[in-house]
């Protein structure tokens, strides 16, 4: 399917009396040497017109996404957050369960840790690579946890 377009011309007598055959772009009615004082005028308040509704309408849409993004992040995270409200374990066959720097472990003292404890952590793969061999300290920094693994057990809890 071919598409036709226009190729508009003056159109306004030549001294010769012919019609002008140079093309006429945008808004103008007729080509520079034929265009009067009124019609430049209207064609460049036609334009500035123009112009102006289509950057407020950018500006408009621009508004509209912004709004939308922003309600849709506040959805997501309130989506995320009964997910994890729904998915989240605290104890494990009586042992607490908690987050420490990331990753879940098991608790099995007399007293429950709480955010913010330091407590010392069995070693495995990735930290005895990081920090060579044997437990590492970290920090408490979740209740509960969403993964549904196996879980190893805190070695202690160090003083703070």
């Not at 002008?20 to 209207?42: K, N, Q």
């Not at 009964?82 to 009586?94: M, Q, V």
Request: hydrophobic share 30%.
């Amino acid at each position: 399917m071919s598409e036709q377009f226009e190729v508009r011309t003056c159109g306004r007598p030549t001294r010769s009396g012919a019609p002008c055959r140079a093309r006429v772009y945008s808004d103008d009615v007729a080509c520079g040497i034929h265009i009067t004082d009124e019609e430049r005028a209207l064609a460049t308040a036609y334009q500035r017109g123009h112009r102006a509704g289509y950057e407020s309408g950018l500006a408009s849409a621009r508004g509209s996404s912004e709004l939308t993004i922003e309600h849709l992040r506040r959805r997501v995270e309130e989506l995320e957050k009964r997910l994890d409200d729904a998915t989240r374990t605290y104890e494990i066959a009586g042992d607490q369960v908690v987050t420490v720097d990331g990753y879940a472990y098991r608790w099995r003292g007399a007293t429950p840790l709480e955010v913010g404890d330091r407590v010392l952590v069995p070693e495995n793969w990735l930290s005895a690579l990081k920090n060579g061999p044997g437990p590492r300290e970290g920090t408490v920094t979740a209740l509960g946890t969403t993964y549904r693994g196996d879980l190893q057990h805190i070695v202690r809890k160090l003083t703070n």
